[in-house]
């Protein structure tokens, strides 16, 4: 997928959370841009607010209703873009000098969702941090925010001049406070993570299932995948420190499990939420449905770590098709068979010579369940 379509599939999903009679606050940048017809598309009715004269200029040319921010005293959702997404949830916004009037429209949202290209998450947040300053003693703020340099680009609409802090970013709280509590500066461009309700990064999200063989755990799987994202399946057997360990280095953006297996409790990393497979979570969604491409990443299968860190093996939706499809024609699998899976779905015997040629040949699984005719090969 390239950046554009990235950019489009982030904006899209964001744009189906969007309900009749939200108040909904609009962000600013390229990838807002895609978010702008696909809610005008669902012509519901809502009232949107602008971050930015752009915004607000393209939204009331699709028919967006557009009312003054200064009228409005909550969103019910608020969706933008961002330069930088660090893994702990940190952000940093104002590539397009709009920060000031984000950060206002995102605080005051019930929920901010940010939509992203995938060269947006990085490692660590690093510099430039957008700056918006008061013109009024700009050159002594300026040293007091040293090293920055002002960006050449227009005054913001509130009469602010961009700059951009160049320093370290060793400690996004710190830096964050120390900025807010400079006198002269206006806002700057780090917003954090408790700020943050979700992140749709349209390469195809990924997110990892930690529970035993179900009926859930192949729904699951299935529906992420048939929204575009990527799935990382977690031994049963992981304890809590390896299986973080494979969520945190797979980018697993959730993690589905089934509490009380085994008399467990499964938790994730800080910042990693946990869905329980069995709590109705399943039948709370809608049907999502994204293209993708043969090229696209399906699943980030790890190894089982017995001869040293588990290695994540990565593959598209092309090779496991064909894989999988010459796995049936070896061992003679054919529609309607009954075929017994017995191995681990998070085991890739399981999950892919099992489930997955299932419904290449549409075969009935142990489960007992026909495969749809549609899908049957
Ligand atoms: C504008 C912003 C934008 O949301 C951010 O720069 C991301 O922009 P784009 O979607 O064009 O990559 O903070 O002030």
Redesign the pocket.
């Known amino acids: 997928m390239d950046i554009e379509r990235e950019?489009q599939v982030a904006a899209e999903a964001a744009a189906e959370l969007v309900e009749n009679g939200m108040t909904v606050g609009l962000?600013?940048?390229?990838?807002?841009a895609y978010l702008l017809p696909a809610l005008a598309r669902r012509s519901l009715d809502i009232l949107c607010a602008a971050t930015s004269p752009r915004t607000e200029h393209a939204a009331r040319e699709l028919g967006l209703r557009i009312e003054d921010v200064a009228s409005i005293d909550r969103f019910d959702l608020t969706i933008?873009?961002?330069?930088q997404v660090a893994p702990d949830g940190w952000l940093v916004?104002?590539?397009?000098?709009?920060?000031t009037r984000?950060k206002i429209v995102a605080g005051a949202a019930d929920r901010f969702v940010v939509i992203a290209d995938s060269s947006k998450p990085v490692p660590a947040l690093h510099a430039p941090i957008?700056l918006e300053l008061l013109s009024f003693g700009l050159r002594a703020t300026l040293r007091r925010v040293d090293p920055a340099s002002l960006r050449n680009v227009a005054l913001s609409p509130d009469g602010g001049v961009i700059a951009d802090y160049h320093g370290p970013v060793e400690d996004p709280a710190e830096l964050a406070a120390r900025l807010s509590a400079t006198p002269g500066v206006t806002e700057h461009?780090l917003f954090p993570p408790q700020m943050v309700a979700t992140v749709f990064v349209g390469r195809g999200d990924r997110a990892a299932i930690w529970a035993p063989n179900s009926a859930q755990w192949l729904i699951a799987a299935l529906g992420l995948l048939t929204a575009g994202g990527v799935l990382v399946p977690v031994n049963t057997r992981f304890q809590e420190a390896e299986a973080a360990d494979v969520i945190r280095r797979s980018g697993a953006k959730l993690v589905l499990a089934q509490q009380g297996f085994l008399g467990r409790d499964y938790a994730a990393p800080d910042g990693v939420p946990v869905i329980d497979l069995t709590s109705g979570f399943l039948d709370s969604g809608r049907p999502l449905e994204r293209e993708v491409s043969g090229a696209d990443l399906c699943d980030i299968v790890f190894t089982s770590g017995t001869t040293g860190q588990p290695k994540g093996v990565m593959m598209a939706h092309a090779q496991t098709i064909r894989a999988y499809a010459n796995w049936c024609d070896i061992v003679g699998l054919r529609r309607g068979d009954r075929y017994l899976i017995v191995n681990p779905f998070f085991h890739i015997f399981g999950y892919k010579a099992g489930c997955l040629a299932s419904l290449i040949r549409g075969a009935y699984t142990q489960a007992g369940v026909p495969v749809p005719a549609a899908l049957a090969g």
């Open positions: 950019k962000g600013t940048g390229s990838t807002v933008d873009g961002a330069d916004k104002g590539g397009g000098g709009a920060h984000e957008p461009g």
